[in-house]
């Protein structure tokens, strides 16, 4: 950065729907983002990502046995000086991709010093007010384990294509944004996680755990937040590649007590009756 060279903005689309929300609104910041900036828009329901296989490879410095785009993807994020991703509500989720993504952080250790600090926006778009269930909690996930900085995120309602640009409102949030994202400013909500920001929290016995960053807080008389434990996560890259360690001290482990698992779980091979679909023919569907 600082080079002269234009910005490199990554937009991550996590929806099908063509010219849909999360497409239109990514290009509405876009244009209120002051700075000189290329826009490369990324249909994220378009790639192929496969399920993490849980080899552990990736961990161990081998390369994913999975041939398919989730190295695209990561070199994209490497490269970019900023991010704005965007999903639909599905199901009180974000769409199944992000989760599908995420599946695969291990390999995000491989570019976390690139990603470390780099601003990213999350943007929800809901159909239904108040029915946005942990979509948030989904992105933030994402951007956390990116170490990335997160600017905002923000769930807007916006049902049929096009809605969240028909509202004064939200062009006034996209300009904001715009101008926010290579700024040192950012949108923290009123009330969320005193660690994280994010408003999504596990009830345990006495305090609430943030379901992001994991810091617990307790709520005072008068309604205050107040800081108990950091959640161990968030941090700079050396101490997030602290949990790489750990993950590779429990690979170890695994070869250490591999004769003991066997022994415990090779008896249930046999039991129950594996079922699959049929296989299709292209004229199966009519
Ligand atoms: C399969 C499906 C599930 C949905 N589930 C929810 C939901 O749980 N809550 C909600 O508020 N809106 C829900 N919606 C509405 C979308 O979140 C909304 O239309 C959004 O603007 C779509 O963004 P897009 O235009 O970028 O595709 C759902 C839409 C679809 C197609």
Same mark, same amino acid.
């Given at each position: 950065m600082g080079d002269g060279k234009p910005k490199r903005v990554l937009g991550l689309v996590a929806s099908p729907r063509v010219l849909g929300n999360c497409e239109t609104f990514i290009k509405e910041i876009s244009r209120h983002i002051p700075e000189q900036h290329v826009l490369r828009l990324l249909r994220l329901t378009s790639l192929n990502i496969r399920p993490c296989r849980a080899c552990y490879g990736c961990v161990m410095g081998n390369p994913c046995p999975e041939d398919d785009d989730i190295q695209f993807l990561l070199d994209e994020l490497a490269a970019a000086d900023a991010v704005i991703l965007a999903s639909p509500v599905y199901y009180l989720g974000a769409n199944a991709i992000i989760k599908g993504i995420c599946d695969r952080g291990f390999l995000f250790f491989s570019i976390l010093e690139k990603t470390c600090n780099k601003p990213i926006i999350l943007l929800n778009f809901f *159909? #239904?007010?108040? =029915? #946005? *269930?942990m979509a948030p909690q989904m992105l933030e996930t994402f951007a956390m384990f990116l170490g990335m900085s997160v600017k905002a995120s923000l769930s807007i309602e916006a049902a049929l294509p096009g809605a969240a640009l028909m509202n004064e409102k939200n062009i006034v949030t996209a300009d904001h944004l715009g101008r926010m994202l290579f700024s040192s400013g950012s949108i923290r909500p009123e =009330? *969320?996680?005193?660690?994280? *920001?994010?408003q999504i929290v596990r009830i345990a016995k006495v305090d609430y755990i943030c379901t992001v960053c994991h810091g617990s807080f307790a709520i005072d008389a008068i309604g205050n937040f107040v800081k108990k434990k950091e959640g161990g996560i968030m941090g700079p890259p050396e101490h997030m590649l602290l949990h790489r360690e750990w993950l590779r001290g429990m690979k170890k482990r695994f070869q250490e007590n591999k004769k003991k698992i066997i022994q415990t779980i090779?008896?249930?091979?046999?039991?129950g009756e594996w079922i699959k679909p049929p296989s299709r023919t292209p004229s199966s569907r009519t």
């Open positions: *159909g #239904i007010p108040e =029915r #946005i *269930g =009330r *969320g996680c005193p660690f994280c *920001g994010s090779s008896g249930y091979k046999e039991d």
